[in-house]
């Protein structure tokens, strides 16, 4: 009963390769996020969806697509990938309420990226 | 802009010492504020939150944090270190997305 879940754990690709990892949540919360953590762990968030809306875009390629199925539901595609792209990506929840303290996340185990 | 500072890289501990880590914020109003960790290879879990109130707050596997407005941190504790404590530790500071310090890998030696 995994609370936050991706798929897959890892993924090993060529430079110019599509791939997608996906992420599910079964809290029930009503946003989702995607993150990326490099080398040097410092984590920064790419994107954030809430109730299958986009609400956050920070400065990412075009290379990357979130998609929002359902609330449970937040994948991420990767076009044309690089070498910089390389990194753990981690797919996060939470339940925001408005106008109310802003509530934690919880993260998923994370999907280690290396592209080739 | 909401930003943390951590500005211990690395902390090497003794098993049963003490540890403390410091996060230093800025943020323009009441912050919302988190501790996580990161065992390696693992994702991240959640060891306590301030939001308001106490300033003392309490977490899992017996950490706590203070926040003190006046200085701006948000300075996480452990009485006695166990082993099992060596992992990357976090502090993020929260708007409407989370902004995470650079991280203080502890090292715990026996």
């Known amino acids: 009963d995994t609370a936050v879940s991706q798929t897959p754990k890892y993924l090993v690709t060529q430079m110019g390769n599509d791939k997608s990892i996906k992420c599910e949540q079964n809290?029930?919360?009503?946003?989702m996020y995607w993150y990326k953590q490099d080398s040097k762990k410092f984590l920064k968030i790419m994107f954030s969806?809430?109730?299958?809306?986009?609400?956050i875009n920070e400065t990412v390629p075009n290379r990357f697509s979130p998609k929002s199925p359902d609330k449970a539901h937040l994948n991420l595609h990767i076009n044309s990938l690089e070498l910089g792209d390389s990194a753990v990506y981690f797919c996060?929840?939470?339940?925001?309420?408005?106008?109310?303290?802003?509530?934690?996340?919880?993260f998923g185990p994370g999907t280690r990226l290396t592209v080739l | 802009a909401q930003s943390v500072t951590q500005p211990d890289i690395h902390i090497t501990v003794s098993e049963g010492a003490s540890l403390e880590l410091r996060c230093n914020y800025s943020?323009?109003?009441?912050?919302?504020l988190f501790w996580y960790v990161q065992s390696p290879g693992q994702g991240l879990q959640l060891l306590l939150k301030?939001?308001?109130?106490?300033?003392l707050v309490q977490g899992i596997k017996g950490f706590e944090a203070e926040f003190k407005r006046s200085q701006s941190s948000f300075n996480l504790r452990k009485p006695s270190v166990h082993w099992s404590d060596a992992a990357e530790y976090f502090c993020?500071?929260?708007?409407?997305?989370?902004?995470f310090g650079a991280g203080t890998t502890v090292t715990v030696r026996a």
């Open positions: 969806y809430n109730n299958k809306e986009l609400i």
């Open positions: 993020a500071v929260n708007d409407y997305k989370l902004s």
């Open positions: 996060a929840s939470s339940q925001v309420v408005a106008g109310g303290p802003h509530n934690e996340q919880f």
């Open positions: 301030y939001f308001s109130g106490d300033t």
């Open positions: 809290l029930g919360h009503d946003t």
């Open positions: 943020y323009g109003a009441t912050p919302y």
